[in-house]
């Protein structure tokens, strides 16, 4: 069982579409993290929020739009993606940015671009 | 920057032991991780150790660290076909200005032939 929940866990979308990837985390942690997931590719950090507050986006285009409204909720908002964009996206959370404890991972939402 | 090197496949049978083997370049890790990744699945934390231990035994599983070659390595004993599934090395350093950053590696496909 995880602390973290993404949903949903599947995504079929086309470019023109606007949809949201939810995550929300019942571990008490103060940072959240957005991954990508491609195959035969590193996992890329996308985006880290430490106390709601985005600290961290890795150059990421701007049809991703992260939004994290409190410490226990984090979400991806998608429009006009690309079928690159068609990977696993990992939501994780971690104690604190400033702390070196592990990240916990959610189970991911698989995206399909048509 | 930081570099987290692994090989990309392992096969072994049934019973047998699998080492994965990680190599990592940041010497100012303060603690290394492997995570876990079954199909479909999100990443599991399965063990870590502290830079400054060179073993950690944990049930079946084992590692070894040599700090001085930045050498990590996760030893399953009698492994089932339970565990095939993709091994992520990872480590955590501090980044600067109060932050600490994970470094992933590729991931090991491991295998297991029964």
């Given amino acids: ?114 | 920057g930081e570099d987290v090197e692994q090989s990309l496949f392992l096969s072994v049978r049934e019973g047998d032991s699998s080492v994965i083997n990680c190599t990592y370049t940041d010497s100012s890790s303060t603690y290394l991780y492997w995570y876990k990744q079954e199909p479909g699945a999100g990443l599991q934390l399965l063990t870590y150790i502290f830079s400054n231990m060179d073993m950690k035994q944990d049930q079946r599983l084992t590692v070894l660290l040599n700090k001085k070659d930045k050498h990590l390595s996760l030893r399953i004993a009698d492994t089932q076909t339970g565990d095939s599934a993709i091994y992520f090395c990872a480590e955590i350093a501090y980044s600067g200005a109060g932050s600490y950053q994970l470094t992933f590696g590729k991931g090991t496909k491991l295998s297991v032939i029964p």
């Fill in chain 1, 1 to 114: 069982e995880t602390g973290v929940t993404q949903t949903p866990r599947h995504l079929v979308m086309g470019m023109t579409n606007k949809k949201s990837l939810k995550c929300e985390q019942h571990l008490g942690h103060n940072a959240m993290y957005w991954y990508k997931q491609s195959a035969k590719k590193p996992l890329e950090l996308m985006f880290v929020y430490s106390l709601e507050e985005r600290v961290e986006n890795n150059s990421v285009p701007s049809r991703f739009s992260p939004e994290c409204p409190n410490s226990s909720h984090l979400f991806l908002h998608l429009h006009t993606l690309q079928p690159e964009d068609s990977a696993l996206y990992l939501c994780a959370s971690s104690q604190s940015r400033q702390s070196n404890q592990p990240q916990h991972f959610g189970d991911g939402t698989r995206l399909s671009i048509l």
